[in-house]
């Protein structure tokens, strides 16, 4: 069975400065990975999604992520902060195609200014 | 991509009612999921809504509680039964597409039981 780890369930980041999320996942098989955010009061919005492509994936609203086998990791980062990045960030995995997915806890970002 | 429309958004229920939700797509759809976000927390996955047979549940995660009808490639419900306040929680829908592509999700349904 699949399943992910998020290290901080809160993260709090100047404006402009490097957003790291970080997410290890734990599957027997090799994996889909993903990362999706949701603004308050909506749904989950796909930000990348790795798919034994390449290992460094770009993603929407400048966003990638970096799979990394030997770490079982697949951490999120953005180089520079907006205010209109502050959501809660979720990584999930799944053994197939199909959306089956299993769930991180979040973690939940604040962007001061 | 899919455009996803669930109904109703929100709703407030006495203890005891049952709530059915609806997800519509506006395109065909392989496949189709329901989650529950309780307060606070992450999403779990309830069942894989299977067109014209039983959803498969997950564990922890009964027909008799979470009844789920699809009848078609666009459509599904999910019935929350004879519910509790532990029954409060975000109801997500979620569609597959085709092969290989990501999982849309609706907007959600916004459920307190009181």
């Known amino acids: 069975a699949q399943s992910v780890t998020q290290l901080g369930s809160h993260v709090s980041v100047s404006e402009g400065a490097l957003v790291l999320l970080r997410c290890n996942y734990s599957?027997?098989?090799?994996?889909?990975l993903f990362w999706y955010v949701q603004y308050p009061n909506q749904g989950l919005q796909l930000l990348l999604k790795y798919t034994s492509a390449a290992t460094l994936v770009k993603g929407i609203n400048g966003f990638e992520a970096e799979f990394k086998k030997s770490e079982t990791s697949f951490h999120l980062t953005k180089p520079s902060a907006h205010m209109s990045d502050a959501a809660e960030y979720f990584c999930a995995v799944s053994d197939g195609p199909w959306g089956k997915l299993q769930f991180g806890a979040g973690t939940q970002v604040v962007v001061t200014p | 991509s899919a455009v996803i429309s669930q109904k109703p958004s929100r709703d407030i229920c006495q203890r005891g009612t049952s709530l059915t939700i609806q997800c519509q797509v506006d395109?065909?759809?392989?496949?189709m999921f329901w989650y529950r976000q309780q307060p606070g927390q992450s999403l779990t996955l309830i069942a894989t809504?299977?067109?014209?047979?039983?959803?498969?549940?997950e564990s922890g995660f009964v027909i008799d509680k979470f009844p789920i009808s699809r009848p078609n490639l666009t459509f599904s419900t999910l019935t929350v039964s004879n519910m509790s306040p532990e029954d409060s929680s975000i109801y997500l829908c979620?569609?597959?597409?085709?092969?290989?592509?990501?999982?849309?999700f609706g907007q959600g349904t916004r459920l307190t039981v009181v």
């Open positions: 599957s027997s098989v090799p994996p889909y």
């Open positions: 979620s569609v597959v597409t085709d092969l290989n592509t990501e999982a849309f």
């Open positions: 395109s065909q759809v392989t496949m």
């Open positions: 809504a299977n067109q014209g047979s039983e959803a498969t549940y």
